[in-house]
C-alpha cells in the first residue's frame, strides 16, 4: 500500500513521515490552511531523502507558475487538483517530474490513469483538504487500473474499512492526521502509516 501524507509544514512533521515509512509527503503551494511560503517549501524539500517522493501540491495555479514553483523547490513530483486541461499537464511535464492527476469522481470523469500524461491518478472529496469522505461506490462502475490514490476525509479509524471497499493502489491523507486545521499530529501520522498499511500490506503493481 502506497502511502502519501499531505499537507506537511515542518521539518519535524517531513521527519516523522520519513520516519513513520510514508512513499510520499505533500507540500501545499495553494490556498489552505496547509499552504507554505516557496521558501519554506524548499527547505522542507531538502529535508526529504530520495527514497520518500516530494510532492508540490496545487490548486487553480496557472501551469507556468505551477512549474516555476515546482522548480524552485524543487519538488520530485506535482498534483494538479481541479479542471486543468490536458495542455496544462503537458506544460507542467516539461519539468520532467511525475504528475498527479487529482480529480473527483463524476460521470464524465476519466479513470484511465495516465489518461492526460499522469503517472498517478488521485480520486478526492470534491473540496480537497476538507476532511470530507465521498461515496466510493461510485467507483462500482468506474474503478481504476493501476497507480491511483484514494483521498477525502481518510484517518486512522477509517482507512482500513475504505481500503478494503475502494482497492485503491495507495491512500493519501491530510485533515486526518491533524491536532486542528493545519497542524499535524506526529502520533497520528504514524498511526495512519501502520493502520493504511496494515490494511493492504501489498499494492497491485
Ligand atoms: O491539504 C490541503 O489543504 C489541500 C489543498 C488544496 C488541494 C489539495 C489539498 N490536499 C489534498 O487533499 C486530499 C486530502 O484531503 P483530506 O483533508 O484528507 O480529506 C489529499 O489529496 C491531499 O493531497
Redesign the pocket.
Known amino acids: 500500500m502506497y502511502v502519501k501524507l499531505?499537507?506537511l509544514r515542518t521539518t519535524a512533521d517531513v521527519a516523522v513521515a520519513v520516519d513513520a515509512g510514508a512513499d510520499a509527503v505533500?507540500i501545499?503551494f495553494?490556498e489552505?490552511?496547509?499552504q507554505v511560503d516557496p521558501d519554506t517549501a524548499r527547505r522542507l524539500v531538502r529535508e526529504v531523502p530520495p527514497h520518500v517522493l516530494s510532492v508540490g501540491?496545487f490548486?487553480g495555479i496557472a501551469a507556468d507558475e505551477v512549474r516555476r514553483l515546482a522548480a524552485e523547490a524543487g519538488v520530485d513530483a506535482v498534483?494538479l487538483?481541479g479542471r486543468y486541461p490536458q495542455a496544462a499537464f503537458e506544460e507542467v511535464s516539461a519539468l520532467g517530474v511525475p504528475l498527479v492527476r487529482?480529480v473527483t469522481l463524476t460521470s464524465d470523469t476519466d479513470v484511465r490513469v495516465g489518461a492526460y500524461g499522469e503517472q498517478m491518478l488521485?480520486l478526492?472529496?470534491p473540496v480537497?483538504?476538507?476532511?470530507?469522505q465521498w461515496d466510493t461506490t461510485a467507483l462500482d462502475g468506474a474503478r481504476p487500473e493501476g497507480r491511483w490514490l484514494l483521498?477525502?476525509?481518510?484517518g486512522v479509524d477509517n482507512v482500513a474499512g475504505a481500503v478494503s471497499r475502494a482497492r485503491p493502489w495507495g491512500v493519501?491523507?491530510?485533515?486526518?492526521i491533524e491536532s486542528s486545521r493545519g497542524v499535524k499530529d506526529h502520533g497520528l501520522m504514524r498511526e495512519f502509516v501502520a493502520a493504511a498499511r496494515a490494511a493492504a500490506p501489498h499494492s497491485p503493481s
Not at 483521498?151 to 481518510?154: D, E, H, K, T
Not at 493519501?172 to 486526518?176: K, L, W
Open positions: 499531505c499537507g505533500g501545499v495553494t489552505s490552511p496547509r501540491v490548486k498534483q487538483h487529482a488521485l478526492d472529496s480537497a483538504g476538507s476532511g470530507e483521498a477525502g476525509g481518510l493519501d491523507v491530510s485533515s486526518g
